[in-house]
């Protein structure tokens, strides 16, 4: 079997918002998106970024949880919290290194992208990834996405101390090996 | 007198537009119940026509699914399309008849619904003459449809005056086309996109109008192609462009002009191409031989050197594809543009090779399919000339008409709307069509419905055009008839009929059929006499056989089996065309393309002193066109609530403007009042707000009346305006900015 793989390239990204809005169809949160598209910075151009779930190995905002509310599927899939354990503490948006999770307050919990488990447990793709017209999300076996396109795709990221794998790949720029995101990565020091 | 019979908010407050958020049920009603059946059909906005299934149950559209199998967009939906179903079960939806009395519309019968219309049309024409009546269709209609409207004008009530929205739409490019060409159609498909090496985008905000094709653009991207944006704005695909062409609004001629300039001076011109393939080439290159880009730069405000630049480019690729929409289009020289732009590629030999050609990005629905069969003032079925005897011959005999009775060639859309404001045209009949958001000018349009003897509109909902008939005849959603359309890249496609349409309301072809019946007489009537859409597609096929678009061997069937089929396709055993002009041969007799010098001109709405920047219009990706069905679906208004004036933040800071501040907007028609959102993707000379919306939000009560003298499209895209800050209008909630820019 092929494995399929979520992939996200933001320079593809053009802001319709397509993604948001097939989200909100999904049958398991119907009518709420758990995705986003945000402006870098519109006053000055038009480049856009969606942010879904990166689905990490170790999921930090798992291991923050005080009320063991966040779990992953067999497939590796985070989804949202548990409604009976949530506590609503909000530790796991504090600690996503990427900012994904989301307390809905009206929920009572917290809710994130849970990769559509509905569809892709059946063999169909994510709603956002297949709608997507620019496929900045996309959905299909990396080796494919990575002949096809001039970008590298990691899964692989460094925040300071920590180095996050993901089951999400991000498109970067031809070469890069990871993604250092913290600056004192960048920084030079003559250890002995 | 046609004006509106209540207030604009006592009519809004009746009839909508109302926000639809869920299915119906809700979204944790009956709609999450057992699986629904899925309806492969297309999405009804925009050219691209997607494939998309929706899903059914009880008779009621209640989501989508997307459509993999589909081979244009595989799966691929805008957000249009994913929230298309909202349109469905919508409580705005006109189930009866309405006729205009005093104290408002008031519901009536089919048969007193339709004798009004039959009497208020006819009474026009006994006193009047035939051509005192007008009829006014889509482009978002099926062609079956179009195919009616053309065929009811023309043989029920005998006017030539038969037009549509398509006039707002491809005409300049069509105008081009068929004289180089001898055909309009996009001549690739848009599999070639990924092929060339070169992509030059004019005037095409792919990424809002035509979304999908973001991902052919990017395929090109991915296979190592280059790619050149012209554009006022910095548009989302100028994100991965190469380069970027700020070009002057109204001035792309120049541009073109000069881009030619170079490719003759540098001696990059396809000789061998050039004398087998075409004729009136050494005019062409005689006009571009003043255009020196330093020229051209000064008119066009795009440095001299990414003229040179991108001239190189074009000439030196193997394959190269210029793709145009309205930008280029929408001008009093819609036609000269594309004209140029199909000079500039033909001189260095790109057409009729897989990944190089020059393409047309059709807007609307059934763009390409609309203007093919007949509600064309000069075109009968097939896309044949009203003009030419051979063609009146034919279409007469499968309309059992003698050729004389058929009418000439009409007046264009605007121009009927000028005929009714002069009191030549007394009475209208319209469908699919809201000339009060769509046309130029709002307050002239308005004051010539409100002229009209005699208006009858057919519609789902109550357009803001709607609010001035006399009668309103609660028609068809595309979802609720068979029918095809073509796509912007040519490929004619099945449009399932998913639901019927709910109690009270009609098919539109039901409608259409009617009314060639009763207005029709005795004499006429059976021409009318069809019992589905399947029986006007086969009446059409045989109308449009030997044609230029050649439906001889579509059937339903064979588009269901084979995902569409790209005309022509004269007989049943024939594959289709995707790909037009193999082998560098044209429609026309001689197989050349005739290339056509096009001179420089000023654009209908000048600068001046008091008038100093340029205004330019423009589409939302969230927004379909007037907005008639886009401004009733709560989640895509949510994403653009209302228009917004883009402006730089130097013309900003000009004018003590900050971002989020109200700002009005003067030309030479009036003002109108938008809210600014301040972004250094606009040229600084230019400002830009988006059409979709009526009334007091409306950027067409702007706009001005200049047609391109042949192609008669409107100069949407280049006015001459001033600003000025400006107060909120009056009722206005605060909203929070969008750009984070203030």
Redesign the interface.
């Known amino acids: 079997m092929i494995a399929y793989q979520f992939v996200i390239d933001p320079s593809r990204c053009i802001g319709c918002r397509s993604c948001e809005n097939a989200c909100a169809e999904c049958d398991t949160h119907r009518g709420v998106p758990m995705i986003h598209v945000d402006f870098v910075d519109r006053a000055r151009g038009i480049e856009t970024v969606p942010t879904i779930c990166m689905h990490c190995t170790d999921p930090t905002c798992a291991e923050v949880c005080p009320a063991d509310a966040i779990k992953q599927t067999e497939d590796g899939v985070v989804m949202s919290s548990l409604k009976p354990r949530c506590i609503a503490c909000s530790n796991c948006v504090l600690a996503c290194p990427f900012g994904v999770p989301k307390m809905v307050v009206r929920a009572e919990q917290m809710m994130k992208c849970d990769m559509c488990f509905d569809r892709t447990s059946e063999g169909l793709r994510p709603m956002c990834a297949t709608v997507c017209p620019s496929q900045a999300l996309s959905y299909r076996p990396v080796g494919e996405v990575e002949r096809e396109r001039r970008d590298t795709p990691i899964n692989e990221f460094v925040f300071g101390q920590q180095v996050v794998t993901t089951k999400v790949f991000l498109m970067v720029p031809e070469g890069t090996e990871r993604v250092a995101i913290d600056v004192a990565d960048h920084v030079w020091e003559d250890r002995p | 007198m046609a004006h509106p019979p209540r207030s604009d908010a006592d009519l809004i407050a009746e009839f909508g537009p109302h926000l639809a958020?869920?299915p119906p049920g809700g979204?944790?009603g009956p709609s999450?119940g057992p699986p629904p059946a899925l309806v492969k059909t297309h999405c009804c906005f925009c050219g691209q026509q997607c494939g998309i299934q929706l899903k059914v149950r009880d008779n009621k559209v209640i989501?989508?699914e997307?459509w993999?199998e589909f081979p244009f967009?595989r799966?691929?939906?805008?957000?249009k399309?994913?929230?298309r179903y909202l349109q469905d079960n919508h409580r705005d939806r006109l189930t009866a008849p309405l006729v205009r009395e005093a104290s408002g519309f008031r519901p009536t019968t089919w048969d007193d619904a339709l004798a009004r219309t039959v009497r208020g049309l006819q009474e026009i024409q006994a006193a009047h003459g035939k051509d005192a009546v007008a009829v006014l269709g889509g482009a978002s209609l099926t062609s079956e449809k179009s195919y009616l409207v053309g065929k009811l004008a023309r043989v029920a009530l005998g006017t030539r005056h038969v037009d549509y929205n398509g006039r707002l739409c491809m005409v300049s490019a069509g105008v081009p086309y068929k004289h180089t060409f001898g055909v309009d159609r996009s001549p690739n498909p848009w599999s070639d996109i990924p092929k060339a090496q070169v992509l030059f985008i004019i005037g095409a905000n792919i990424?809002?109008c035509a979304?999908?094709t973001?991902?052919y653009v990017?395929?090109c991207?991915?296979a190592?192609g280059t790619l050149i944006v012209a554009d006022p704005r910095?548009?989302?695909?100028?994100?991965?462009a190469d380069l970027f062409l700020p070009v002057r609004p109204g001035t792309d001629l120049a541009m073109l002009l000069a881009m030619l300039h170079v490719v003759v001076r540098d001696g990059l011109e396809n000789r061998a191409f050039l004398e087998a393939h075409t004729t009136g080439w050494a005019e062409v290159a005689a006009e571009a031989a003043a255009w020196d880009p330093v020229r051209a730069a000064r008119i066009c405000g795009v440095p001299p050197e990414a003229i040179e630049r991108t001239a190189h480019l074009i000439a030196k690729a193997e394959r190269a594809i210029l793709l145009h929409a309205r930008g280029l289009e929408h001008h009093s020289k819609g036609v000269e543009n594309c004209q140029a732009a199909i000079n500039l590629m033909l001189t260095c030999g790109h057409i009729g090779r897989e990944g190089a050609g020059v393409m047309m990005v059709t807007g609307q629905g059934n763009g390409q399919g609309g203007r093919e069969h007949g509600q064309k003032c000069d075109q009968l079925p097939g896309q044949r000339s009203i003009s030419d005897p051979a063609a009146r011959a034919h279409v007469a005999k499968i309309w059992g008409i003698a050729p004389e009775e058929l009418p000439g060639a009409g007046l264009t859309a605007l121009e009927i709307v000028e005929a009714i404001h002069r009191g030549e045209i007394r009475g209208l009949l319209l469908l699919c069509f809201n000339p009060m958001v769509s046309l130029p000018d709002g307050a002239y349009v308005r004051e010539a419905l409100d002229k009209l003897a005699h208006f009858t509109v057919i519609d789902f909902f109550l357009s803001e055009t709607a609010h001035h008939a006399d009668v309103v005849l609660p028609g068809s959603l595309q979802e609720e008839e068979e029918g095809v359309v073509c796509s912007a890249e040519g490929r004619v496609i099945h449009i399932q009929r998913a639901v019927t349409p709910p109690d009270g309301a009609r098919a539109d072809t039901d409608i259409l059929c009617e009314l060639g019946r009763r207005l029709g007489g005795e004499r006429h009537a059976a021409k009318f006499a069809f019992a589905s859409p399947r029986e006007v597609f086969d009446e059409l096929r045989r109308a449009s056989a030997g044609g230029v678009a050649d439906y001889g061997g579509i059937t339903y069937e064979r588009i269901d089996r084979e995902f569409g089929l790209f005309w022509p396709c004269p007989t049943e055993d024939h594959p289709g065309t995707p790909r037009l002009f193999e082998g560098g041969r044209t429609y026309h007799a001689d197989g050349k393309a005739h290339l056509e010098a096009t001179p420089w001109r000023e654009g209908g709405d000048p600068l001046d002193a008091e008038f100093p920047i340029h205004l330019t219009t423009g589409r939302v990706?969230?927004q379909y066109l007037s907005g008639t069905q886009t401004r009733r679906i709560g989640?895509l208004v949510d994403?653009a609530p209302e228009p917004r004036l883009e402006l730089h933040?130097t013309l900003a800071d000009a004018h003590g403007i900050a971002?989020g501040d109200w700002v009005e907007v003067t030309t030479r028609r009036g003002a109108q009042t938008f809210r600014a959102?301040?972004?250094?993707?606009i040229r600084p000379d230019t400002v830009f707000v988006p059409y979709h919306w009526p009334g007091a939000r409306s950027a067409n009560r702007l706009t001005h009346r200049t047609m391109d003298p042949r192609s008669k499209i409107p100069e949407f895209k280049s006015s001459a305006c001033r600003l000025a800050k400006g107060a909120p209008p009056p009722g206005t909630r605060r909203q929070l900015p969008?750009?984070?820019?203030s």
């Open positions: 958020y869920e979204w944790h999450a989501g989508f997307p993999e967009n799966g691929m939906l805008c957000p399309g994913v929230r990424a809002e979304p999908i973001t991902d990017w395929r991207k991915d190592g910095a548009t989302p695909i100028t994100r991965k990706v969230s989640p994403q933040p971002d959102l301040v972004v250094r993707t969008i750009a984070g820019a």
